[in-house]
């Protein structure tokens, strides 16, 4: 028989290092302002605690998104749950099972209910009219996810809030950079939130930020991420430690300038993925600033598994295998985890474009060394599979 050179067959990965989807890049001249930073804070001997570093970088991403409001945090998760926490909100809250499971965990920390609706097919984020169905007495909030570089549909989530006087924010952990035209992510809703975890587009080692243009709102996040502290001395709300260190506004402030030239190579990285991916059958990428700017920072497939010939789980484990390793974001729904489906085993709802898309989703890693060679020799053994895939579906039989 025919060799076929897929590690499956060979034991011979395609690449020696392992390519990860979230693999943070950092520049060496983002490293260099990095320490030029930091010697800064070591001389002031200011390490955290709303430090110069911290307020220099809420104003530059305050300006960058167009808002007046940016309150710097450790992490998006804990962002979010400030934002709960400070509009007071009570009963459920609509959002997306479709998002990773923090934005999800947020609510139920702050003994809100999750409500899940579905998405739309074309763009994977939450569905309006969806969300309108599951409105009840009960409902306090709506939060819109902007996934994988894109903005969801704020103008008809906007307009189903006023209607039923609920609370809007959103998940703004995907989108740092993005635009809906020419409105930049940031100033939607109520708040919005964004991840500075190391895999994002923008990193900060760890970190996060809320964004509004409500000036109370700012004030409560700013007590609620320091413990709840109003003075030295005196603490008027339930806070936490939700507070940015200077090493990571470092980071932050260093990366800022690099900002234009990560968003070209991106780009230039989905055109390449997308032009190759086209000869291939049966594999679609999610097209990316469609509705305005994006920051290209995912890279997102859907297998059809009756024209590329495997499954998007065989295809996953061969990739696997050739040191690719392609995530299945967000599968299999927050809403078919364990800890949700057993929290609540009669409340199971039915979604069936989520669970259609969990079920084909696939991202290749983006921040590559040597793009053109990487994404080339990707497309190759995707075309491999592809021609050999009855074979493969044996191999994939025959495994544990
Ligand atoms: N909302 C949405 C829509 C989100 O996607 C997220 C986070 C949040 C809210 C909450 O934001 P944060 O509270 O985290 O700020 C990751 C991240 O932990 C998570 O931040 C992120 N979304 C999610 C999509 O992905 P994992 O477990 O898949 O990633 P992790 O840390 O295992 O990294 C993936 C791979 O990347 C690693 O196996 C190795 C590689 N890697 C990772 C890091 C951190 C590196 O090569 N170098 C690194 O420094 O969850």
Redesign the pocket.
């Given at each position: 028989m025919r060799d076929i050179n897929l590690a499956i067959f060979t034991r011979r990965p395609a690449f020696e290092k392992?390519l990860?989807?979230?693999?943070?890049y950092v520049e060496p001249e983002t490293q260099k302002r990095f320490h030029t930073y930091m010697d800064g804070a070591f001389e002031r001997a200011y390490l955290t605690n709303n430090g110069p570093l911290v307020q220099e970088l809420e104003k530059e991403l305050a300006h960058l998104h167009s808002v007046r409001y940016c309150a710097a945090t450790c992490?998006?998760?804990?962002?979010?749950l400030f934002i709960l926490s400070a509009l007071d909100l009570r009963g459920d809250v609509l959002l997306p099972s479709f998002?990773?499971i923090?934005?999800v965990h947020a609510c139920l920390w702050q003994n809100l209910r999750p409500v899940f609706c579905d998405i739309r097919p074309d763009t994977l984020m939450i569905d309006p009219a969806d969300a309108a169905r599951r409105i009840t007495s009960q409902t306090s909030a709506i939060i819109g996810?902007h996934?994988f570089g894109n903005i969801c549909e704020v103008e008809s989530l906007t307009e189903l809030a006023r209607r039923h006087r609920l609370k809007l924010m959103f998940?703004a952990?995907?989108a740092f950079g993005c635009s809906l035209g020419s409105a930049s992510v940031g100033g939607f809703g109520d708040a919005e939130?964004f991840?500075?975890?190391?895999?994002?587009f923008f990193?900060t080692f760890?970190?996060?930020a809320m964004t509004t243009n409500d000036a109370e709102l700012d004030r409560k996040i700013r007590y609620l991420r320091n413990f709840g502290f109003r003075t030295y001395d005196d603490v008027g709300f339930l806070g936490l430690n939700g507070k940015m260190s200077e090493a990571s506004a470092a980071m932050g402030l260093a990366s800022l300038p690099e900002i234009p030239r990560r968003i070209e190579r991106l780009e230039a990285t989905h055109r390449a993925y997308r032009d190759g991916l086209s000869r291939v059958p049966g594999i679609t990428v999610l097209p990316a600033g469609r509705e305005g700017r994006s920051n290209f920072h995912y890279l997102v497939t859907l297998i059809d598994e009756a024209r590329f010939g495997v499954s998007r789980d065989i295809l996953y484990r061969v990739l696997w295998q050739e040191n690719v390793?392609v995530?299945r974001?967000?599968y299999p729904g927050c809403h078919a985890m364990s800890f949700y489906r057993s929290s609540e085993p009669n409340d199971y709802p039915h979604l069936p474009v989520t669970e259609d898309i969990c079920k084909r989703i696939l991202c290749f890693p983006t921040n590559l060394n040597n793009p053109k060679g990487d994404i080339d020799s990707i497309v190759g053994l995707l075309q491999r599979i592809h021609d050999n895939a009855e074979r493969v579906a044996i191999w994939a039989e025959s495994q544990p």
């Open positions: 392992a990860h989807v979230g693999a943070p992490n998006a998760t804990l962002a979010q998002t990773f923090a934005t996810v996934l998940d952990a995907h939130f991840s500075f975890h190391s895999t994002k990193g760890e970190g996060g390793l995530r974001y967000f």
